[in-house]
């Protein structure tokens, strides 16, 4: 294995946003895992499912909570969970099976895996991917490989690479938010988001428009088309690319709740991140700004006027 993506991925572990997930981690597998369990997956709660679908309670993936057609038949939900977690079953085989199901999404359905089995199953998603395929960790897959036999290979690097780092699974999905993918080449399906080559700021933008593209691609485990019908991006991908530098120019180059400068080089809690205002809204102009990477995770699904407030409250009290 590429001793240099062991060193990356070893350094990773000290980002801010990713000891925060690792220091998440036995809260929410002590709260959910128990409900992923063959012997009461039958009888699961609607409720609980949707806040393991919510950031706010899984403590670390974003747009599980999408499609909320999966639990629209909380019956056959249960019936599919059922499935999934039966490890009577070949992984191939079940993942086959519960992918069809209306939103589900190998980004779901291994998150799920994770949470019930976290030392056999790691998660495949746009971030576990882009950051394998920039270490060059990608496996290879035959020609017309299925959903499942694909998650295995994918589960075969994770597990590998848990076991050379000494970690677990969830630490370790944990560490794809800290993995420095300047310069590499991650290709989706579409071939769209391609991070270039180039000097700090293009470099930034680059990763600010490949992050979104990869959210509306992959937070629900599907790959969708990105033009002006997308529910989720109200914009071509070129108009998206012009978008972020201006954005970027208005804002003169600083956070636009804290008004701290953006660092290229460096620090990389301090890179530009793109922020939906309304977290529940559209990628359209009106509803995007500029932040500090670190804010960006900060603050998540909470509202952008509360949240300003509160950092008001912490610049106050600090004489800043």
Same mark, same amino acid.
């Given at each position: ?37 063959? *012997? ?85 998603? *746009? ?153 529940? *809204? ?39």
């Amino acid at each position: 294995m590429n001793p240099g993506a062991i060193e990356k991925l070893t350094s990773a572990k000290n980002e801010l946003e990713v000891r925060k997930i690792i220091d998440n981690r036995d809260e929410v597998l002590g709260r959910f895992s128990p409900f992923f369990q063959p *012997g009461s997956v039958a009888d699961l709660d609607e409720g609980v499912f949707r806040d393991f679908l919510s950031i706010e309670h899984n403590k670390h993936w974003t747009g599980l909570e999408r499609q909320p057609q999966l639990y629209a038949d909380m019956d056959g939900l249960r019936q599919v969970l059922s499935v999934l977690v039966d490890e009577a079953r070949p992984i191939r085989e079940r993942v086959d099976a519960v992918i069809e199901a209306p939103g589900m999404g190998v980004a779901k359905l291994s998150a799920i895996l994770l949470v019930a089995y976290p030392e056999k199953y790691g998660v495949w998603n *746009g971030t576990s991917e882009k950051a394998l395929r920039s270490l060059r960790l990608w496996p290879a897959f035959r020609r017309g490989a299925t959903t499942g036999e694909r998650y295995v290979a994918v589960n075969q690097v994770l597990l590998d690479l848990a076991r050379k780092l000494e970690i677990d699974l969830w630490t370790l999905d944990a560490i794809w938010w800290g993995i420095d993918v300047d310069g590499a080449t991650p290709k989706p399906a579409n071939g769209a988001g391609k991070v270039r080559i180039g000097d700090g700021k293009a470099k930034a933008l680059a990763n600010m428009k490949y992050s979104i593209l990869n959210t509306v691609q992959n937070a629900n485990g599907q790959k969708v088309e990105v033009t002006v019908k997308n529910k989720d991006l109200k914009m071509l991908a070129s108009e998206l690319d012009a978008l972020l530098p201006r954005l970027l120019e208005q804002q003169k180059e600083r956070c636009a709740i804290t008004g701290l400068p953006f660092q290229y080089e460096g620090d990389r809690n301090m890179l530009p991140s793109a922020d939906r205002i309304d977290s529940g *809204g559209h990628y359209e102009e009106a509803n995007l700004q500029l932040v500090c990477r670190f804010i960006n995770f900060w603050k998540q699904a909470t509202p952008d006027d509360e949240f300003r407030r509160l950092i008001g409250i912490v610049r106050d009290s600090s004489g800043a």
